[in-house]
């Protein structure tokens, strides 16, 4: 019986983000990883996001879904280059899928590389994809408590966005306690209220994506 050991496979996870995360530092492209649960508004941020800093950055994008190629429709067609990775079935994004995608951009066009990940609260945890920067993403809908209850992700994030904050009106979500999780767990984490649909929040949000970015 030949048994395979998780801790090795996220060990040969790690070297690979390394090497990944080398070759975006020679081409001098800023890379984010975006994680969230399924519907929490990636796609929407990263299209809203994207309106805002189109005369100061070249942005791409890898759109990780288990199936379809809906959200990189929506990136193509504003005009950014993307490509999509069909996990089939997988429930995250690992450094070697992202390897392979990274290969069909033309770096020196590019200031930026946003991945979506899968949409998912727990499994891209564990995998680092030789990210700069990981934006973990909280809707309002999803409720408050989610920080608390799934805290790995959130441990793991450099950014914390609150988002649907329109729909603040409708629901008991409480920003205090949010916050209050996400600094206890996290307390270097930046944070942001936006709403990528109203638009609150979204111009400081892309100031600093694009000092970031340098
Ligand atoms: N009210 C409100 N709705 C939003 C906002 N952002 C996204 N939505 C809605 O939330 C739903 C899901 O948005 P998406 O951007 O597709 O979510 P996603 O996280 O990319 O979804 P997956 O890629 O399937 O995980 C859509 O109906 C959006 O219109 C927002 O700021 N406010
Ligand atoms: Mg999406």
């Given at each position: 019986?030949?048994?395979?050991?998780?801790?090795?496979?996220?060990?040969?996870?790690d070297q690979l983000a390394e090497e990944n995360r080398s070759r975006f530092n020679r081409s001098?492209v800023f890379v984010?990883n975006?994680?969230?649960?399924?519907?929490?508004?990636?796609?929407?941020?990263?299209?809203?996001?994207?309106?805002?800093?189109?005369?100061?950055?070249?942005?791409?994008?890898?759109?990780?879904?288990?199936?379809?190629?809906?959200?990189?429709?929506?990136?193509?067609?504003?005009?950014?280059?993307?490509?999509?990775?069909?996990?089939?079935?997988?429930?995250?994004?690992?450094a070697?899928?992202v390897a392979?995608?990274a290969?069909?951009?033309?770096?020196?066009?590019?200031?930026?590389l946003?991945i979506?990940?899968?949409?998912?609260?727990?499994?891209?945890?564990?995998?680092d994809l030789g990210e700069h920067l990981r934006?973990?993403?909280?809707?309002?809908?999803?409720?408050?408590?989610?920080?608390?209850?799934?805290?790995?992700?959130?441990?793991?994030?450099?950014?914390?966005?609150?988002?649907?904050?329109?729909?603040?009106?409708?629901?008991?979500?409480?920003?205090?306690?949010?916050?209050?999780?996400?600094?206890?767990?996290?307390?270097?984490?930046?944070?942001?209220?936006?709403?990528?649909?109203?638009?609150?929040?979204?111009?400081?949000?892309?100031?600093?994506?694009?000092?970031?970015?340098?």
């Amino acid at each position: 019986m030949r048994i395979v050991a998780a801790k090795k496979l996220l060990k040969a996870n790690d070297q690979l983000a390394e090497e990944n995360r080398s070759r975006f530092n020679r081409s001098g492209v800023f890379v984010v990883n975006v994680v969230g649960s399924p519907g929490c508004g990636k796609t929407t941020l990263l299209e809203a996001l994207f309106a805002k800093l189109a005369t100061r950055l070249a942005p791409a994008v890898i759109e990780g879904d288990l199936a379809s190629s809906i959200d990189a429709e929506r990136i193509e067609r504003l005009g950014i280059p993307v490509v999509q990775i069909n996990t089939d079935g997988a429930c995250h994004l690992d450094a070697t899928m992202v390897a392979a995608a990274a290969d069909g951009f033309d770096y020196d066009k590019l200031d930026l590389l946003v991945i979506e990940n899968v949409g998912n609260l727990v499994c891209p945890a564990g995998f680092d994809l030789g990210e700069h920067l990981r934006i973990v993403i909280l809707s309002v809908s999803e409720g408050d408590d989610k920080i608390a209850k799934y805290p790995t992700i959130f441990q793991k994030s450099h950014v914390l966005l609150i988002t649907k904050t329109d729909l603040l009106k409708y629901s008991n979500f409480n920003v205090e306690r949010a916050v209050a999780d996400m600094k206890h767990l996290a307390p270097e984490a930046e944070i942001f209220q936006v709403s990528a649909l109203a638009g609150y929040g979204m111009d400081d949000l892309a100031d600093w994506l694009a000092a970031k970015c340098g």
